[in-house]
């Protein structure tokens, strides 16, 4: 018997079952394992199912360790044809029928447990391969995710799902439908994207802990056709840092709001060139909440029909506005959108900065500062308004904006206020 203890820990973890209309588990959750495995207290599975045995499974029955099986799986260490692990492996065996729960849960304990390999020459048809979450650490799996295609990609399903502790993917994930996950703390570190041809609707990823961070660092592919949302109370990091990963979100709008700490969209390993981070919607805000909140954007091409980036009206030096090696545009001609609107930046405390980017709006420039004697600094960069046509305004910046000298910078455009304009570095 010296298998089951190995096999006891497979069965703890397979806590949820559920069931689609193919042979995988999909998505409805059971109390526990208990009630799924009782001897006479099957749980009835209401409609059709269409179970299909993985050939791996039905075709290696009878080289399965009955005894330590069925022991390992709570129906006692009974072996040959007629024990109830036998019995009801047979009655699973080709294809298709109705079933209760239980069987169904006991199938796919089995599969999880695992078949000796399929003798050499037989066919194979292996299980899809699946990523379990234990996001509070409890020792009990949260959250299963499937490769269902065998592609290498895991698919997530559409819908809302909340988890206690952090969720860490580490896995490639093609999401479909619209997506919500709220989470501690959230982080995607594999390739993430959606399906090509299948846009997702939204997609909101919420943390909420007191700390609670949301960090995607793998090439990124989402395309969606409504918003794509992103709050969380610390860091917000997209970051293409990583081995050159492009991360690329379309979407009708674009959010990502920290509260107190850095909204990150970057690459640092490229410029202003060979932007590796792309946003495009039609309206694009990048907000830090409260004091302490800052941007920082490097690496970058944000293109929308409107562009906000903005921090509060804190007094903390911490706040603050970093764009460099960066594309900001809401000129038609760059992003193919209809009308372009005005590229409002909205700094605060510290002295906010522009560097060797190009900011190029459709309409209106509009740069703000919230505090007294607090400045745009622009080192090598391009500011343009709707062609020239546009404004400048630099009426609500309560200090100055600063073109750094040595780094010239042009500006396209009608300027509000001109003596708020002076050639001077920010940090002489
Ligand atoms: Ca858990
Ligand atoms: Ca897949």
Known sequence: ????????????????FTVNQERRLAAHALSSHDEVMAPGHPVPWKSPVTVTIPERVSGNIESLP?????????????????????????????????????????????????????????????????VTFDTDFDGKVD?????????????????????????????PVVMEGSVAIT???????????????????????????????????????????GAFKATAPSLIALDASGGGATQRITAKSISMTSLFSTV????????????????????????????????????????????????????????????SESVLTTDPARTGRPSGDDIILSGTRSDNEVRNSVVDSGHNVVFKTWTSSTNWCLHNTAV??????????????????????????????????????VNADCFQ
């Open 384 to 421: 343009e308004a709707n062609g020239g046509a546009g404004i400048i305004d630099v009426n609500a910046v309560r200090g100055e904006v600063r073109l750094d000298p040595s780094e010239p910078s042009t500006l396209t455009g009608r300027i509000s206020s001109p003596k708020k304009v």
């Open 1 to 16: 018997m010296e298998t089951s203890a190995e096999h006891a820990i497979h069965i703890g973890m397979e806590r949820e």
């Open 183 to 225: 989470a501690d703390s959230i982080a995607f570190d594999a390739p993430l994207s959606s399906a090509p041809g299948a846009p997702l609707g939204n997609l909101t990823l919420s943390a909420r802990d007191g700390f609670g961070s949301i960090f995607i660092t793998g090439d990124t592919d989402l395309t969606l056709t």
């Open 143 to 171: 959250f299963t995710i499937y490769d269902t295609n065998f592609d290498g990609v895991f698919e997530w399903p559409s819908g809302s799902k909340s988890f206690r502790g952090d969720l860490e993917v580490a896995v």
């Open 66 to 130: 009955v005894a330590d099986t069925a022991a390992a799986l709570g129906l006692g260490p009974r072996a040959g044809q007629h024990s109830p692990l036998m019995r009801s492996l047979t009655r699973l065996r080709g294809g298709s029928l109705m079933e209760s729960m239980r069987t169904l849960a006991l199938l796919f304990v089995v599969a999880a447990v695992g078949f000796p390999a399929a003798p050499s020459g037989a066919a194979t048809n292996p299980t899809p391969p699946a």
């Open 264 to 323: 990150y969209v970057v690459n640092f390993d490229t410029d202003v060139s060979n932007p590796l981070v792309f946003l495009s919607a039609d309206s694009i805000s990048l907000v830090g909440k409260q004091a302490d909140a800052g941007l920082d954007v490097e690496g970058a091409s944000l293109a929308a029909r409107k562009i906000t980036l903005e921090v509060p009206a804190a007094n903390s030096t911490f706040s603050q506005i970093n764009v």
